[in-house]
């Protein structure tokens, strides 16, 4: 729209596309309530307050009947494949509950297939309504070769030619650290390309301090969604870095951030909330950010900052121009609320158009099918035996190292165990809930396969697996016999990715991931029931975890502390290097 346009739209020459009367404008910036109305020209906001002389006979009127009218709130940091969904279905499951724009850092999908699923997503990206904005993925593979095989790897200069395309804001979290510390020249010009043209630098910080934490910042990173207390945000905050608070579906630190920080009057221009990571069965069950909200505001938060740091904080750190703030000349992406304590949406505006009522999407969405390469991701150099997930042994017993997983955290623990071995193998203990864990290559990039031991899953009998682990994505499988691990496996790797359980030769429950062995392009509800399913029948052979798949794939992630598995074995995090299974 021209700005002469605008300006006569304003001023009442021309009448106004759409007006949206008796409402209530938040305004984010000054955390206030105003009245009156909102008038929209074609996609924009032209007025605020008084807008009935803006009605013609053309003009459609939406009677906001006291409502409340918020900017449409910005999803500041997530890995929609977290979802299993694809970018469209994704969007059909957010749009209702008030999400407007998503910044997505897609380095599971990259891990997997490289330059080619980023510039797939991009494409299905560009004709959605929700406005979807990529962070290029700066750590493809997450760590060195050495630790891990990836299906991909993205160097800096393919990465400078990316940045240059509009849709893409930024850098993706940059979560090699020692590379960072140690001037790493591939992830310094990274860096580099991004800030000097302008773009942001994420962060992935999780423990960081003191000096480490002062030349983290200083080689140009900004932010950080890794802190698990208040503390480690006001030691980001001081040091100008932005505070992502994250409430996902397995970490969840939004409350142990933010209270404190609420409490104790900082100024939080600077924090913003996200997902990070996200479950489908609780974006279907109970919503995206609209469900942080209300968890905010349900522990004393004022609705009024809860809401500005799902608008206009991330607006102003990722400089997106005319979201984030209902003014004149900004983009008309309107959430109309009828109760601010509940968050209940009733509308969305997506650029001056009605995308959704009453919890709906209200629009068509176009249709992307993804091509058959990415559909054929899954294929083993040699066939694997029972033999690959066993460890051999060398004498009657053995002192071996074992990863200890926890509920609701990335990090693990490290513990020494002494096993039996019987026919010249260490055999797992599930009396003791000690397991083995296996990472199988899925790229016929040499066949290897990393074999452990693990405690916190709690399995009688059977195994779990899954083609969604982070963040090499090969198959990863907790199990009680290596039988079972083979059979999972399998499972896996028949239908080109997904999770699976099991139980002897039976496939007790299954959901199929075939687009790159990541996502699917069923519709969240299909996709939660099917989860649902596959995690009773994880707790049904005794996982205690209440998300033993999220858990699990996180279990080969080598960059978070402290004992970690990848297909070429047990990681040591914090040192960057391979440890032997086997102590003594």
Known sequence: MSQRTLIDASMGRIKADIVITDVQP???????????????????????????????????????????ASPAFIESHIHVESTMLTLTEFARAVIPHGTGTAIIDPHEIANVTGIRGLEIFMEEARNLPLRILMEVPSCVPAASPELETSGARLDAFTIDRLLQDPMVIGLGEVMNIPAVLNNDEDIHLKIQFARSQGKVVD??????????????????????????????AVDRLRLGMTVMAREGS?????????????????????????SDDLSPVELADVGHLDRNLRRAIDAGIDPLVAIQLVTSNPARFFNLPRVGHLAPGNMADIVLLDDLQKVNVDMVLLRGRIVAKNGRLTVKLPKFTYPPDMRTTVRFGGIPTVLNYM?????????????????????????????????????????????????????????NIGVGFIRGFGLKSGAIASSIAHDSHNIITVATTPEDALMAVSTVSQSMGGIAAVQGRKIVASLPLPIAGVITDEPVNTVARKLQAVRKAAQDLGCTLEHPFLTLSFMALPVIPSLKITDKGLVDAKEMKIVPTIIE
């Open 250 to 274: 397995i970490a969840r630190n939004m409350l142990d951030i933010l209270l404190p920080l609420y409490k104790e009057g900082r100024d939080l221009r600077r924090v913003t909330i996200c």
């Open 203 to 232: 962060g992935h910080a999780p423990g960081l301090k003191g000096k480490k934490l002062n030349a983290y910042i200083a080689a140009g990173i900004m932010s950080d969604h890794e802190c698990e207390t208040a503390e480690e």
């Open 26 to 68: 938040i305004d984010v910036i000054s955390r206030e309530i105003l009245e009156g109305g909102i008038a929209i020209k074609e996609g924009t906001i032209c007025r605020i307050g008084d807008v009935s002389d803006l009605i013609g006979s053309k003009t459609k009127v939406i009677k906001g009947q006291g409502r409340f």
């Open 391 to 447: 460890v051999p042994a060398q004498k009657e017993k053995h002192k071996v190292r074992v990863i200890t997983a926890h509920e609701g955290s990335l990090l693990t623990g490290s513990e020494t165990h002494t096993l039996d071995a019987v026919d010249g193998y260490v055999q797992p203990d599930p009396s003791k809930d000690i397991l083995t864990i296996a990472v199988t290559e899925r790229y016929m990039k040499g066949g």
